[in-house]
């Protein structure tokens, strides 16, 4: 193959692209061009048009364009200009009215066409279509200059740089990374978005030009950029992360627009979405009509103009409804928060082993989640005009894994085997590396965090915890229900430390909790903690120790469920017949009427935590949930004012 045909057969196989280089980066010609296009292609054919343009200082007195078409490629009628064909290579000559073109100025003629093709091997009266001379390019693109690095995230770094010059055309650029030889990425423009890398790391980069005959410039100037902190702390340093249940819209009544009015939303960083379903070989899905998943709260539902964020009534045929829709409303007025979309929980972990369990599954896993939640492609349910390709773009930062759990029991009937502990690992890089990619392409980070266990033993059952933070942003800390109504003798659902006396059956507190994670390699910084929005609580207590470590003949009824009442249902008993108590050294709060008894986290109790959190160097506090507050956000302020 002549350096001709290597030369013009790729340019002008782009179709709408320009026969005589990429157009962004043409040079001024002294030879005449001629640029291809197609003004409509239906497939089996097409119409295309050529543009003939004199030499900036030379005119034409005469022009002719010869260019081959491939095999099942062929013109049928043509105007503006004279035709000849011999077997696929095709001649077209001015017609007397169009022959004489000023230097700088252009003429053009048509055809129809039938088949895929598009021309190759173009030239003009004997010369190349791109305007250079037909002889082999041996002469570099001019260094790149400027080279400047924008706002970073905690794994991306945006460059951006002056475009340089050629004797032909430029094409792209390499970018290069610290003292490597080999680029880390091509760009065809002058700007990239460099991911995948490490937070609160410097980096250097250089870049160089490219042009079409391989020829490459001397590397740029060098930049240096540093990467943020992961999981975009807040003001005072701290992450702040309220889950929102979508169930919460029904019996609780509680509204995206609740975050707003109780004053939450301003003092969140993060918001995780609970929660997404996955079917049974681990991809995600929502359908109604198999009992699965809950596509009216997250998406359908159509809110009245008093439970909406904008104060707007929504309409039927909207793209977007339900609780999807109100977080982009919320977002909007809230520029500094995340979303997250939180994968699983305690009734839908059932399924996550499967997903985890070889690397097509853990492929097809992510790519399906990254499809419908990240990308929004939400499937249409019953014929609602809601849902469909790209109705929820925009809507999720990222993924918050909560697989409950890896490798030990969970919820009665959920898959578990031995090699989740592994899995769990692959499962988790699979993610990063397909977030980072899709990435890539958006120049945004997209945040991995996941929900873990208090209990030590299932920390070693099911997790490589010094392997894990490579991938994820941060991860939040089961700092609640380390005893609960399903016991038989009252205990702390959330203390801080062991307190004295403890029954058992094992020893939990907050703090041995967060060793079982620092002691294997987690670092303190990247763990949140989570705290209570709610209480757990016994009846049939024995008036004995102010009701602390006995036994009870069950759990205390609540509203919702039986052993669990929201905060905000548990204020009102202190005075009404309860006496509150409270273990200082252990960090905790009861309340006792001399029969039934409640375990719950009030604002002194939050102060104390956000003062553990701090003093200890954790990242910050995770809520569960935030329905659970008081309609001023009474909790959600403690928190706030505790770590800022």
């Not at 022009?63 to 011999?86: C, H, N, Q, Y």
Request: proline share 5%; glycine share 12%; charged share 15%.
């Amino acid at each position: 193959m002549s350096v001709r045909q290597r030369r013009f057969g790729i340019v002008l196989i782009a179709g709408s692209l320009a026969l005589s280089g990429f157009s962004g980066t043409a040079q001024a010609a002294a030879n005449p061009t001629a640029t291809f296009s197609k003004v409509s292609d239906w497939g089996t054919g097409f119409t295309g048009q050529v543009v003939v343009r004199a030499g900036d200082s030379t005119p034409l007195n005469g022009w002719i364009v010869k260019f081959d078409l491939p095999a099942g490629t062929s013109i049928g009628s043509t105007w503006e200009a004279d035709m000849t064909r011999v077997g696929d290579n095709y001649t077209f000559r001015n017609r007397s009215y169009n022959g004489s073109v000023a230097a700088g100025a252009t003429t053009s003629f048509g055809f129809n066409g039938a088949g895929p093709g598009t021309p190759l091997n173009c030239t003009i009266n004997g010369n190349p279509c791109d305007g250079s001379s037909g002889e082999p390019d041996a002469q570099a693109p001019t260094v790149p200059t400027g080279l400047a690095a924008g706002t970073t995230t905690s794994s991306t770094v945006p460059l951006s740089w002056n475009a340089s010059s050629d004797n032909v055309s430029v094409i792209g650029y390499d970018i290069f990374q610290g003292s490597s030889t080999t680029p880390v990425a091509t760009s065809p423009s002058t700007s990239f978005t460099v991911g995948g890398l490490q937070p609160t790391t410097t980096y250097s980069f250089r870049v160089r030009a490219r042009d079409r005959a391989g020829n490459v410039s001397a590397l740029s100037a060098p930049v240096s950029a540093t990467t943020k902190e992961t999981g975009n702390p807040g003001p005072g340093g701290k992450r702040k992360v309220g889950y929102f249940t979508q169930w919460g819209v029904y019996d609780r009544a509680y509204y995206i627009k609740n975050l707003d009015t109780s004053g939450s939303a301003a003092k969140l960083t993060h918001i995780n979405y609970a929660f997404g379903n996955i079917d049974s070989a681990g991809r995600c899905f929502q359908a109604n009509q198999l009992g699965q998943g809950d596509a009216w709260a997250d998406y359908q539902r159509r809110f009245t103009g008093d439970l909406t964020v904008n104060g707007q009534a929504d309409v039927y045929n909207q793209p977007l409804a339900g609780n999807l829709n109100q977080i982009k409303q919320l977002k909007a007025k809230y520029p500094h928060l995340k979303v997250n979309l939180s994968l699983g929980g305690w009734t839908w972990s059932k399924y996550f082993s499967n997903a985890a369990l070889t690397a097509a599954s853990r492929q097809a896993h992510v790519s399906s989640c990254l499809d419908m939640w990240i990308k929004g492609n939400l499937p249409q349910i019953g014929g609602e005009p809601q849902g469909g390709p790209g109705s929820a773009a925009g809507v999720f930062d990222g993924i918050d894994l909560d697989w409950e759990w890896p490798g030990s029991e969970g919820n009665v009937g959920n898959v578990v085997r031995p090699e989740d502990k592994q899995n769990f690992t692959a499962l988790v890089q699979e993610w990063r590396r397909q977030l980072d990619a899709y990435g890539a392409t958006t120049g945004k980070h997209h945040e991995l965090t996941a929900f873990m266990p208090a209990d030590p033993d299932k920390v070693v059952a099911g997790y490589e915890v010094s392997q894990l933070f490579t991938s994820f942003d941060f991860i939040t800390l089961q700092g609640y229900d380390l005893h609960g109504g399903w016991e038989t003798v009252t205990n702390n659902q959330s203390a801080l430390r062991l307190p004295a006396g403890d029954p058992g059956p094992k020893p939990y507190s907050i703090e041995i909790a967060a060793n079982a994670w620092t002691s294997r390699g987690a670092p303190a910084n990247r763990i949140v903690l989570g705290v209570p929005f709610y209480s757990r609580g016994w009846t049939g207590v024995a008036n004995v120790n102010n009701g602390l470590h006995q036994t009870a003949t069950g759990p205390a009824p609540g509203r919702y469920e039986a052993g669990i009442n929201d905060y905000k249902l548990i204020k009102p008993l202190v005075g009404s017949g309860y006496q509150l108590y409270r273990d200082a050294n252990a960090g905790h709060a009861w309340l006792f009427n001399g029969s039934t008894f409640w375990t719950y986290d009030d604002p002194t109790e939050i102060a104390r935590k956000t003062a553990w959190i701090t003093s200890n160097g954790l990242g910050g506090a995770m809520i569960w949930s935030m329905d659970g507050d008081t309609a001023n956000g009474e909790l959600m302020t403690a928190v706030h004012q505790g770590i800022g």
